[in-house]
């Protein structure tokens, strides 16, 4: 039940989860093993929601400080998708973080947040990591389409498209801690419209929209990293195949401009 220690499902480390679903099968497997039936506990991943006015917030698995405070090796990237087709009306903004090993693709945990289909997503991931998927079967996944409910390619598919990028190297990733604290041997380069840059960008950036990118490599050094990024990472993975592609050197800001926006 609730007052036990119990044995986290990926890091097998134990720990206290009071989680109301784990504490009835507890129940229930106690009940089994009184009346003679061989039943056991198959551990805790701590896959919680909570409603905030009107915000869901959730998640499963390891969260990026445990990892840390167990020592593991392990990327994060940053999601911000509608949680269904943004032409049909309702649309609303999915935030999801994923935790993943860079060398295998499996998954640690997983954190949302958003006003429509939030647990959804996490509920998937938490079957993912419970039947021990990597990011690569993310990719495959083949959830329900309809407009009203989500798009062609779901959240949880790009999350796999994103990580399964960054572990095969078709792209390498940088954080927004990467952004506050440029080296000199780093250009930030803001691939939004001009508009965008205008509103609002990381201090010391350089505006070079991605459909203007091939047209205008010329202006930038090839002696220098550059730390690429849009608004939610997109167009930045578009440019830093176009870069790379050229001789340039370069590394794409997860989740974009919004979650920089949102780290600082």
């Not at 919680?48 to 969260?63: D, P, R």
Request: charged share 20%; aromatic share 8%; net charge positive.
């Amino acid at each position: 039940g609730d007052a036990i220690e119990v044995t986290e499902f990926v890091s097998n480390t134990k720990t206290i989860i009071p989680l109301a679903g784990p504490a009835n099968r507890q129940g229930r497997i106690a009940a089994d093993n009184v009346l003679g039936y061989q039943a056991s506990y198959k551990n805790t991943q701590g896959t919680g929601v909570c409603k905030i006015f009107n915000q869901a917030v959730a998640m499963t698995g390891l969260n990026e400080k445990t990892l840390q405070k167990l020592a593991y090796k392990y990327e994060k990237i940053y999601l911000h998708n509608n949680d269904h087709v943004s032409y049909y009306p309702g649309a609303s903004m999915i935030h999801l973080k994923l935790l993943f090993s860079p060398n295998d693709g499996q998954i640690f945990g997983a954190q949302a947040i958003g006003e429509q289909g939030v647990a959804r997503r996490i509920d998937i991931l938490a079957m993912a990591i419970r039947a021990k998927l990597t990011v690569f079967d993310l990719t495959e996944t083949e959830l329900c389409y309809a407009p009203p409910y989500g798009s062609a390619k779901d959240i949880i598919n790009y999350a796999g498209f994103v990580a399964a990028n960054v572990i095969t190297g078709k792209v390498k990733i940088c954080h927004s801690n990467d952004m506050q604290n440029p080296t000199a041997n780093q250009i930030l380069l803001d691939v939004r419209t001009k508009e965008e840059f205008n509103a609002g960008t990381i201090p010391g950036s350089v505006n070079i929209p991605v459909d203007e990118l091939r047209s205008r490599l010329s202006e930038i050094a090839k002696d220098k990293e550059l730390l690429v990024f849009c608004r939610v990472g997109l167009r930045g993975y578009l440019a830093c195949r176009i870069l790379e592609q050229n001789g340039f050197t370069c590394r794409n800001l997860t989740g974009g401009y919004l979650t920089y926006r949102a780290s600082i």
